[in-house]
């Protein structure tokens, strides 16, 4: 017996001489490994490796990797390669992975920005923001995009330069001291921030942190959680594919956010979340500016619904790629909501009696909600359900194919998992619901390249970093008209060979207005916007009263009623024939004219890129 087994695993070995003759180096947990990798259709792994003696401790570097692989998922790689060969093998052959199932369109709540619903909504939002946690995943590297540093850290608009790590904190902390004004206990609550980040983020978001202080959050309210990477596979065999750079290094990427939720099940803060009270958990992703102008409004929906999970959505372009909200209804007379990733929609359609696919329909988009990734989980229910999966997701992979016989990739690929197929394992008693909202005002994210943003289909939305600040200030302009400011027309404009509409550049810090019954009480008189104006706000009790803008508006108020008797407000005014700007604290009203601007504008300017911090100074 054991004569044949040596003959086997000498087999085995024969069929890798260059791993063969090193097994001398190795230990015997190491040659297990190798093993586990022959046996799966590894060979491959170690065809460049030289004779013993010549990188050794790469070697020995290799399975110290290989070990890490194996233990790090359920089953180790031997389940992860099996996993990848089923999948790819469907992949392949495009097999529906909702074979069963007949889609349909759902029906959900509709949001319309401004009426009496949505001021209702937004306000009972604010009253349960005090009850939330945000969680953040930002593990991802941002390939389509093609940069190479953190996302987060990328500015949301050049303005202010304001990044979008500083945006959300911002916009939780504003959320955080809203929801306390209406407490009816008063009590100071920290809002929770988790990020999910993974080795290609995880440093560089915590430096960010560290050296901006945490953008105004206590430390203790913020909370890293680093998910791990799982092996790159480099075609249909499930082969894994090695660091270009390295032969002695497997490359690895990110499995999908879908791990938040084993995460934070092992972190044991849902524990501590629920003794403390809290209700909601809201989920979202690194690079959409727009999304806190949807989040009151959408809690407010969960909670006056009382769902279990409630996903964000717009309007979806067909093709767009954002995953579409679908009724799923089975054979056997289950049905649930679910996100239908962008890559499968079409396919799913094409095979269940919608011979055009993923097409728009009369009202120019598709009739399926396009899923934003924006999830409000309410704790209670989301604790107990992890309880009984642990967190774990249904895997899917997603290969980029050279060409139309699908034998190779563009680039090694991965197994994956989506956060939002977390409802996929509910019982039909949840209460499983969506949110639509429009599209200017919720969803902007930057995904694309300025190269392939400009080749996007005419008419769909871009996901740049230029349609991303286009929006920003789009979004803003139309907030500012819905609350009486008269904000001037868009000009269209071709900027990084992208046709967007250009708006007045206005910008706010979020505790100027989370709430649009909050923007309305600041906006008075008349006003108007020119469209080339710039007006960027950067203090809480700033009132807009009579403003005429036709140039540049910057406000700079620090509030510390402690320290500084009065609100610290700088102008730079560029071309204003004529601007006021009053502040309620004060009293004080400026008024300045062009003449004016020239003599103190120009030179407060300067200070105030020459030094910024510098809180003394006045007009
Ligand atoms: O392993 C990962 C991968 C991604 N992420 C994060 O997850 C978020 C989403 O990643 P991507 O931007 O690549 O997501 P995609 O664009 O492919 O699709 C996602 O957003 C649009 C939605 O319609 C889709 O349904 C959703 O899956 C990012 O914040 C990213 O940082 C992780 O935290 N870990
Ligand atoms: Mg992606």
Aim: with cysteine; hydrophobic share 35%.
């Amino acid at each position: 017996m054991a004569s044949k087994v040596d003959s086997s695993v000498s087999d085995l070995f024969s069929s890798a001489p260059s791993l063969q003759s090193n097994l001398g180096i190795l230990s015997p947990d190491q040659i297990e490994l190798a093993k586990i990798l022959l046996e799966n259709g590894q060979r491959h792994l170690f065809m460049h490796w030289s004779e013993p003696g010549v990188f050794d401790n790469e070697k020995l570097g290799f399975f110290d990797q290989i070990a890490r692989l194996n233990s790090s998922y359920p089953g180790g790689l031997a389940a992860y390669i099996k996993t990848a060969k089923e999948l790819l093998a469907d992949s392949k052959l495009g097999k529906n992975p909702y074979d069963g199932f007949s889609p349909s369109v759902p029906s959900g709540e509709n949001l319309t920005f401004g009426d009496d619903n949505f001021i209702e909504m937004e306000k009972r939002g604010v009253v349960e923001a005090r009850k939330a946690a945000f969680v953040l995943v930002a593990g991802g590297l941002g390939e389509r995009l093609g940069y190479n540093g953190i996302k987060v850290a990328l500015p949301r608009e050049t303005t202010t330069g304001t990044c979008f790590l500083q945006h959300y904190i911002e916009s939780i902390l504003a959320l955080q001291e809203a929801s306390l004004k209406v407490a009816s206990d008063g009590s100071q609550t920290d809002i929770p921030f988790i990020i999910m980040t993974s080795d290609d983020t995880h440093s560089r978001t915590q430096d960010l942190l560290e050296l901006n202080s945490y953008f105004g959050m206590k430390p203790t309210q913020v909370h890293l959680l680093k998910q791990e990477k799982v092996a790159c596979l480099d075609d249909n065999d499930a082969r894994l594919a090695l660091d270009s750079n390295n032969k002695y290094k497997i490359q690895t990427k990110p499995h999908g956010h879908g791990d938040v939720h084993s995460l934070l099940y092992s972190s044991g803060l849902l524990d501590k979340w629920l003794d403390a009270g809290l209700k909601w958990v809201l989920f979202f992703q690194d690079t959409n500016g727009l999304l806190f102008n949807a989040i009151p409004a959408s809690l407010g929906v969960s909670a006056t619904k009382q769902y279990h999970v409630n996903s964000l959505a717009v309007p979806r372009k067909a093709k767009e790629a954002i995953g579409g909200i679908t009724k799923l209804t089975h054979a056997d007379g289950r049905s649930m909501v679910i996100n239908v990733e962008y890559n499968q929609l079409d396919p799913l359609l094409r095979a269940s009696g919608f011979p055009d696919g993923d097409v728009n329909c009369e009202t120019g988009y598709s009739p399926f909600p396009g899923n934003i990734n924006q999830l409000i989980l309410e704790l209670g229910p989301y604790k107990e359900e992890l309880q009984k999966t642990g967190g774990a997701i249904k895997e899917f992979v997603n290969p980029k194919y050279k060409d139309s016989t699908k034998t190779s990739f563009k680039s090694s690929t991965r197994l994956e998992c989506m956060m939002q197929d977390y409802p996929k394992t509910l019982p039909p008693t949840a209460r499983v619901g969506f949110t639509v909202m429009d599209i200017w005002l919720a969803y902007a994210p930057v995904k694309n390249n300025p190269e392939d943003a400009a080749k996007v289909p005419k008419g769909n939305p871009y996901h740049s970093a230029t349609s991303g600040e286009m929006a920003i200030y789009r979004a803003n302009s139309r907030i500012l008209q819905k609350a009486g400011v008269k904000v001037e027309e868009p000009v269209k404009q071709v900027l990084n060979g992208q046709e967007v509409e250009v708006w007045s550049r206005i910008t706010w810090k979020p505790k100027w207005g989370m709430i649009f019954s909050d923007i309305k009480t600041k906006v008075s008189g008349n006003c108007d916007i020119s469209q080339r104006s710039t007006m960027a706000i950067r203090g809480r009790n700033v009132f807009i009263e009579n403003l005429s803008l036709d140039g540049a508006l910057i406000v700079d108020s620090i509030d510390d009623a402690e320290v500084w008797k009065d609100y610290f407000i700088s102008l730079v005014i560029v071309s204003c024939e004529q601007t006021y700007v009053s502040c309620e604290k004060t009293g004080e009203t400026w008024r300045l004219n062009q003449e004016q601007w020239l003599d103190h504008g120009n030179r407060r300017l300067q200070r105030h890129i020459g030094s910024r911090g510098n809180k003394n100074q006045r007009f």
